[in-house]
C-alpha cells in the first residue's frame, strides 16, 4: 500500500533553535517528494521538490534531504523563527508519467516555535 | 507559479443544505483538483476537474454528492450538498505546476463547519 508517515506528529521549540522532521515512504513508482507548509487556515506551500536522483536541496533555512535507498526524507530548519509555526507535510508523486502523477500525502508535523 | 482566489474562506452551514466552493485561478491550467482535509488528517483527493469533460472522482466520492463544475480554464466550482456535520472540513483546490521544478498551487481552503 502506498503510505506516507511522518515523525513527530507535533513538535515544540524555542525561537532560534533547530529542529528536523521525518518522512517515510512506501511508494512505488516513486517520481518526487516534496515538503508542504501550511500555515493555520491556509492552503499548502511548496518548499522544496526532490526527485530521485537528488539528495539534498535548500531554500533559505529550510534543508530537505532524500535516501531513494532507505525511501527517508528529512526536512531541516535553522534557526527556527515564529513564523516557522505550520504544519509540515510531505507528499510523493507516483511515478506513472504522464501529464499527471498521483500524490499520496502525509499527514503532517505541527510544529510550533515558541519565544 | 498559478495564483489561486478560493471563496469563501470559511462557512457556518446548516445540515441538509449545500454549498458551493470557488476557486479562480490567474491563469489558463489544463487540470484542477479539489481536495478535502478533514482535521488532523492529510489530505485526500475528491475528484480532478476537466475543461469540457466530467470531473473524474476518487474512490469514496460521488458526483452526487460533490458536484464538479469546470465551464472554462480558469475556474471551477465544487458544491458540498446536501450536508451533514461529518462534511466539516478544509476543502482546497490545487492545480498543476507550471515548471516541473514547482510544486502544486494550493488555494487558501474553504474551512466548513456543518451545524
Known amino acids: 500500500k502506498n503510505q506516507v508517515e511522518q515523525s513527530p506528529q507535533s513538535l515544540i521549540i524555542l525561537e532560534g533553535k533547530n529542529c528536523t522532521l521525518q518522512c517515510n515512504y512506501t511508494v512505488s513508482p516513486f517520481s518526487n517528494l516534496r515538503w508542504y507548509k501550511q500555515d493555520t487556515g491556509r492552503g499548502p506551500v511548496s518548499l522544496t521538490i526532490?526527485?530521485?536522483?537528488?539528495n539534498t536541496k535548500s531554500n533559505g533555512r529550510y534543508t530537505a534531504t532524500l535516501d531513494a535507498d532507505t525511501k527517508q526524507s528529512s526536512l531541516h530548519i535553522t534557526a527556527s523563527q515564529l513564523s516557522d509555526s505550520a504544519s509540515y507535510i510531505c507528499v510523493v508523486s507516483l511515478g506513472y508519467g504522464g501529464a499527471t502523477n498521483k500524490l499520496i500525502f502525509g499527514t503532517g508535523t505541527l510544529l510550533a516555535v515558541q519565544p | 507559479s498559478a495564483v489561486i482566489s478560493q471563496k469563501p474562506s470559511r462557512d457556518i452551514c446548516q445540515r441538509g443544505t449545500s454549498l458551493t466552493i470557488q476557486c479562480q485561478v490567474d491563469?489558463?491550467?489544463?487540470?484542477m483538483f479539489w481536495y478535502r482535509q478533514q482535521p488532523g488528517q492529510s489530505l485526500t483527493l475528491i475528484a480532478t476537474a476537466n475543461q469540457g469533460s466530467e470531473a473524474t472522482y476518487e474512490s469514496g466520492f460521488v458526483i452526487d454528492k460533490f458536484p464538479i463544475s469546470r465551464p472554462n480554464l480558469t475556474f471551477s466550482t465544487l458544491t458540498v450538498s446536501n450536508m451533514s456535520p461529518e462534511d466539516s472540513s478544509i476543502y482546497l483546490c490545487?492545480?498543476?505546476?507550471?515548471?516541473?521544478?514547482?510544486?502544486?498551487?494550493f488555494g487558501s481552503g474553504t474551512r466548513l463547519t456543518v451545524v
Open positions: 526532490m526527485t530521485f536522483s537528488e
Open positions: 490545487s492545480v498543476e505546476p507550471r515548471i516541473s521544478d514547482y510544486g502544486y498551487t
Open positions: 491563469s489558463q491550467v489544463t487540470m
